[in-house]
């Protein structure tokens, strides 16, 4: 069976382009703001979905994410509920959600309270398609991989800048999907630049591995979007909508999940191919 990442970037490498994948916490405000955000997000852009579920000591995320895990776990948001949210959204089969990638940045302490079988299989039936564990070593994502394989789901891990590059090695051979690649040394956060060192770290990390390679931590701007363009596959853009996700608490839900789209939409365009490589022949 083939897994939805697959199908994505072979479609978006065969296209020349690159993916948007926003990233929204779970139950923040609540659940209902959840598929309302899937919903917009997919037609405004957003080829991949990365749903967090809260965990009360996150380990790489910032304030911003940080906070709106404790929201969600302030109004009681259970991991059952999340996975009862997604797989409604896949049962519905309605519109681009039903085929878009959904991955879940979960803490490994979840995935061992429930167990990794009993995580694994309800999060592969529930409809998601990858799992990215930003707190599972190397050295114990082997039983992971395996479990995770038998079950069609992606084992996504993190390489950073300060990962040596023996480790970053074994890292990307043990990674299915994609590689997320943590843009700085640091946590989650919004940030005005671009690292000048990215673009040799990342065409290092391409001679180690074919698979699609996305960066994220700190992408917050369109302007930022299109510089990491062309080193990558893929911009994973987090903070900067929790950010604006926070908001729905004090203002209509609708309009804040339109501006969010709308935000979306205009990295979206700076990342589509140039204009001539799809412009006709001259006569």
């Known amino acids: 069976m083939t897994n939805r990442i697959d199908t994505l970037f072979a479609r978006l490498a065969a296209d020349k382009r690159k993916a948007l994948m926003p990233f929204l916490t ?9 598929v309302q955000a899937l919903n917009e997000f997919t037609t405004r852009g957003a080829h991949i979905i990365e749903v967090g579920i809260p965990y009360s000591d996150p380990i790489a995320d910032g304030p911003v994410i940080a906070a709106s895990y404790h929201r969600a776990l302030e109004h009681g948001i259970k991991v ?12 519905e089969r309605s519109g681009a959600v039903d085929q ?16 990794v079988e009993s995580f694994l299989e309800e999060a592969a039936t529930a409809g998601f398609d990858g799992l990215i564990v930003p707190d599972l070593p190397l050295e114990e994502a ?5 479990v995770a394989s038998a079950r069609n789901l992606k084992l ?25 690649y943590v843009s700085v040394v640091g946590i989650t956060g919004e940030r005005t ?6 673009a040799d770290s990342v065409a290092w990390l391409r ?3 074919s698979l699609p390679i996305c960066v994220g931590f700190g992408v917050s701007t369109p302007q930022q979007a299109q510089a990491l363009a062309p080193i990558c596959d893929g911009i994973i853009i987090g903070s900067a909508i929790v950010r604006r996700m926070a908001e729905a608490i004090n203002r209509p839900r609708n309009e804040v999940v339109h501006e969010i789209g709308d935000f979306l939409a205009e990295i979206a365009r700076v990342l589509e191919p140039a204009q001539s490589e799809h412009a006709p022949p001259p006569r």
């Open 156 to 180: 996504i891990q993190l390489i950073t800048p300060a990962t040596p590059r023996e480790r970053a090695s074994r890292i990307a051979a043990s990674t299915t999907g994609f590689i997320y």
């Open 193 to 198: 630049g671009v690292p000048s060192e990215l």
């Open 80 to 91: 059952a509920q999340i996975f009862q949210t997604v797989r409604t959204l896949r049962a």
């Open 100 to 115: 878009t990638p959904i991955v879940a940045m979960v803490s490994y302490a979840i995935i061992h309270r429930h167990g």
């Open 26 to 34: 779970a139950g923040d405000p609540d659940l209902g703001a959840t």
């Open 142 to 146: 082997t039983r992971v991989l395996e």
């Open 207 to 209: 001679t180690q591995t």
